[in-house]
């Protein structure tokens, strides 16, 4: 199956089918689907056939609660950040006022569509919300995030890394409604998009030694606390496909393991997540 066949499986549902209600045309109408299934290219010939999926709106609801999680942690985090003087560079406030703000649209789409299912939208107060992550006791492995512009830097990209590999992790989750799946796989393209940013500000502002995607399951820092948004990104096999020397050419593990994400399982992402939360 080729992208082509994936988009007119898409586009040949339904409306009626597809958008039960005006206002979620009216939400998603502006989200460009193309880009949003090239953003999605693990396990894509399996994702997007004919296979029934009967999931409740129950199981639906939760997913989305539990992607909203993961926005109220990094809405603060942007929140927080843009009032400290000289942390976010000055020459690049624009686009981290772009990644605030996009984060602020993923929380009213997440929970429009919670609301449109008939589901409760779960609300975290941003008291209980540690950026130290460490449950609230302090003295977390993030504890300077925003205090010192690399901390904060190493932050954003464990949540937009891990972000992105968390959205993935959930369409095969929801895909008997396609309204949420479209939603998911563009927020996921524009997570993919900040997380490629934030490791370019490492590199040009701090100095690290990064790449714009990740290698393997390096985290590319020294705090050990990233490393849990990393692990599970080994394999090189896409699709019962073997990328490393593919073809006869000079494929590296390294550079399978570059090419492609790897999803998430909700429990591993609530490993990441509940830590920067408060019992």
Do not use: C
Request: aromatic share 8%; charged share 20%.
């Amino acid at each position: 199956m080729n992208f082509n066949d994936i988009i007119n499986q898409l586009s040949s549902t339904a409306p009626e089918e597809l958008e039960k209600k005006e206002d979620r045309r009216n939400i998603l109408k502006s989200f460009g689907v193309k880009l949003a299934v090239a953003a999605v290219p693990f396990a894509a010939g399996s994702l997007f056939t004919n296979k029934a999926y009967g999931q409740s709106k129950e199981t639906i609801i939760n997913v989305l609660n539990y992607l909203l999680k993961l926005e109220y942690i990094s809405d603060k985090l942007y929140t927080e950040a843009l009032m400290v003087d000289q942390l976010a560079p000055v020459e690049f406030k624009t686009q981290f006022n772009q990644i605030a703000t996009n984060t602020k649209s993923h929380i009213g789409i997440l929970q429009t569509i919670i609301t449109d299912l008939g589901g409760t939208v779960a609300t975290i107060d941003y008291a209980n919300i540690d950026l130290n992550g460490n449950k609230g006791f302090g003295g977390g492995s993030f504890q300077k995030a925003l205090t010192n512009t690399s901390d904060f830097l190493v932050l954003a990209q464990v949540l937009s890394d891990g972000g992105g590999r968390m959205y993935k992790g959930m369409i095969t989750e929801v895909f008997s409604d396609k309204t949420t799946v479209r939603a998911l796989v563009n927020i996921h393209s524009v997570k993919a998009r900040h997380a490629a940013f934030i490791r370019f500000m490492r590199v040009y502002w701090v100095g690290d030694d990064v790449k714009p995607w990740i290698t393997g399951t390096n985290s590319d820092t020294t705090n050990t606390a990233a490393q849990r948004a990393y692990s599970g990104e080994t394999p090189t096999t896409q699709s019962g496909i073997e990328i490393v020397g593919i073809n006869g050419f000079n494929i590296t593990a390294d550079a399978a393991t570059q090419a492609f994400d790897e999803p998430l399982i909700m429990i591993d992402g609530n490993n990441i997540l509940d830590r920067f939360l408060k019992p």
